[in-house]
């Protein structure tokens, strides 16, 4: 047994001198392609499908028709669960989800790289529909709100993995815990408080962002570097595996059978 501990330590436990701290793992190279890039399509997107041809301009916000919008009407264009990111109800709602994603998606990719940063994005997008699909099953929805929220969450998943090898953690914790609960809380009160009784006014709906931030924290457990291993990470990657894909499985098989 104590052959066994040795060796562990060994192979996972590194020296002091031997750590790789996370403010050294900062690089522009490769440099960050995802997060720039799917900004990018969103808000090339957004004004493509936003241009009224007859008043030659933009249409804000846009029209529940759109064949991208998530309906809960419509989950058979299964399509709808991932392409609704690309439009937004408004410039507005576009400039601020942009801004996030940049602010707290460049630096993430900058360390992690681009092909975690994406699979954390698309995760949350997918949750964020299907959360909606289970918990809030008479809303629309638009916008990458459920991208954005799994890269805040991300945050939280990589301080929690690498606490002690990144200076001003708890700054950073309670930076995106303003961040994430300040959108929230306006996402919360636009849900409630507009009308949706015009066809062109629906709401975005904030269970995208709480759904989008749980798989965010999930799968940022499951595939974030962590530069100090320690047997209570085993059992936090293996925590977060059965979370996502419970929730996942659920929320597929709702969606087939209800």
Same mark, same amino acid.
Request: aromatic share 14%; with cysteine; charged share 15%.
């Given at each position: $047994? ?8 060994? &192979? ?8 790789? !701290? ?8 490769? @440099? ?13 997107? !957004? ?6 041809? &007859?008043?030659? =301009? ?13 309906? @809960? ?35 993430? &990719? ?11 994005? $698309? ?13 809030? $099953?008479?809303?629309?929805?638009? =916008? ?15 301080? /929690? ?15 995106? /815990? ?26 975005? =709906? ?14 940022? /457990? ?16 293996? /925590? ?12 597929? !098989? ?5």
């Amino acid at each position: $047994m104590a052959r066994m501990s040795r060796r562990w330590r060994r &192979e996972h436990l590194l020296e002091e001198g031997e750590r790789h !701290f996370h403010a050294d793992n900062y690089s522009c190279f490769p @440099p960050p392609i995802f997060v720039p890039t799917i900004t990018l399509v969103e808000i090339c997107s !957004f004004i493509y499908y936003s241009l009224d041809p &007859e008043d030659r =301009g933009v249409t804000v916000p846009l029209p529940a028709r759109s064949v991208f919008i998530y309906r @809960p009407d419509r989950r058979l264009e299964v399509w709808r669960f991932i392409f609704y990111m690309l439009v937004h109800a408004g410039w507005v709602h576009l400039f601020f989800n942009m801004l996030v994603q940049l602010t707290v998606g460049v630096p993430l &990719e900058m360390v992690h790289g681009s092909f975690r940063v994406g699979l954390i994005y $698309m995760a949350g997008v997918l949750a964020g529909s299907l959360g909606m699909s289970v918990f809030d $099953m008479s809303g629309y929805l638009v =916008g990458a709100s459920g991208g954005v929220y799994a890269l805040l969450a991300a945050h939280l998943a990589n301080i /929690l993995l690498n606490y002690t090898e990144m200076e001003l953690a708890v700054y950073k914790l309670v930076a995106v /815990l303003i961040v994430a609960g300040a959108d929230v809380g306006l996402a919360i009160w636009d849900r409630y408080t507009n009308d949706d009784d015009d066809d062109d006014k629906h709401t975005t =709906g904030y269970v995208a962002h709480l759904m989008g931030a749980l798989a965010g924290f999930t799968i940022g /457990l499951l595939v974030l570097k962590h530069f100090e291993h320690k047997l209570k990470t085993q059992i936090i990657w293996w /925590l977060a595996l059965t979370i996502y894909s419970a929730c996942t499985l659920f929320a597929v !098989f709702w969606n087939v059978y209800h």
